[in-house]
C-alpha cells in the first residue's frame, strides 16, 4: 500500500471555524492533490500540487486553500467552513510516467468532515 | 471538458452471477487514461487497473476483465463468478495523457452481491 497517511480521519466542527487537513506521504511522489467525495458525484478535485509551493486549483476550488513546504505533505484549509464543505476529503499522490505505477494515483484513507 | 457517466447507480446480483459496470465517457483528447477504482465499505479507494487510450486490448485479471471500445467511447468491467466481497461501489475515472493528471470520476456504481 501506499504510504500516505491523512489526519485527522474524523472531525466535527462548526460553521465559520477554520479547519485544517494533512496528507502525509512516505513515496516521494512528485504530485499531490485534494478531493471531496459527495453522493452522486464521484470524487471531485479540489487543488493539486505539482511540486513544492507549487499548486493549482481544481474544478471546486472555491473556500479552499492549499499549502505544500514539503514534497511530502500537502495540507488542506478551510478558512471558514460552512455545512456545504461536509463531505469526506481524499488525498491521493502519483508520479508522472509511461511505467507500470506511471500516472496512477493512490488514496488516502480520507477524513470524515462535518460543519454544524 | 471531460466526462464521465456511470448510469448504473446501483446494482444487485446473487452471488456466482456475472456482472458488468458500464462506464462511458467524454473527451477530447487524443490521448487519456481510463481507470477503475474500488470503494468497499471500509472507504478506501483501491486502484484496479490503468489503460492507455492507444492500448485497446481488453484486459483479464483473475475474475475480473475490462472492455476498451474508444469507438463507443466506453471502458465496461465485468466480474466473473461475483462473490460477496465483490460488494462495493466502483468508480470509472479518466485524466489527460500528461504529468499531473487530474482525474474525473464517474459517479460511482453501487454493487450488492448477495449470498
Known amino acids: 500500500d501506499a504510504g500516505i497517511t491523512q489526519s485527522p480521519r474524523h472531525k466535527v466542527t462548526e460553521t465559520g471555524t477554520p479547519v485544517t487537513l494533512r496528507c502525509h506521504q512516505t513515496e516521494n511522489h512528485r504530485y499531490m492533490y485534494w478531493y471531496r467525495q459527495d453522493p452522486g458525484h464521484g470524487l471531485r478535485l479540489i487543488h493539486y500540487?505539482?511540486?513544492?509551493?507549487?499548486?493549482d486549483k481544481g474544478e471546486v476550488s472555491d473556500g479552499y486553500s492549499v499549502s505544500r513546504s514539503k514534497t511530502e505533505d500537502f495540507l488542506l484549509t478551510l478558512e471558514s467552513a460552512t455545512s456545504s464543505q461536509t463531505s469526506v476529503y481524499f488525498c491521493?499522490?502519483?508520479?508522472?510516467?509511461?511505467?507500470?505505477?506511471?500516472?496512477?494515483?493512490?488514496f488516502g484513507a480520507g477524513t470524515r468532515l462535518s460543519v454544524l | 471538458a471531460q466526462k464521465v457517466t456511470q448510469a448504473q447507480t446501483e446494482i444487485s446480483v446473487v452471488e456466482k452471477e456475472d456482472v458488468t459496470l458500464d462506464c462511458v465517457y467524454e473527451t477530447r483528447d487524443t490521448t487519456y487514461y481510463l481507470f477503475w477504482y474500488k470503494q468497499p465499505p471500509s472507504g478506501e479507494l483501491v486502484f484496479l487497473i490503468r489503460r492507455n487510450s492507444f492500448d485497446e486490448q481488453n484486459e483479464i485479471s483473475g475474475r475480473y476483465s475490462w472492455n476498451f471500445q474508444k469507438s463507443t467511447s466506453s471502458f465496461n468491467f465485468t466480474i466473473t463468478a461475483s462473490q460477496v466481497v465483490d460488494s462495493a461501489v466502483y468508480f470509472c475515472a479518466l485524466s489527460p495523457n500528461n504529468a499531473g493528471n487530474m482525474l474525473t470520476f464517474g459517479g460511482g456504481t453501487r454493487l450488492m452481491v448477495k449470498p
Open positions: 500540487s505539482y511540486g513544492v509551493k507549487d499548486t
Open positions: 491521493a499522490i502519483s508520479n508522472p510516467g509511461q511505467g507500470v505505477v506511471g500516472n496512477i494515483q493512490y
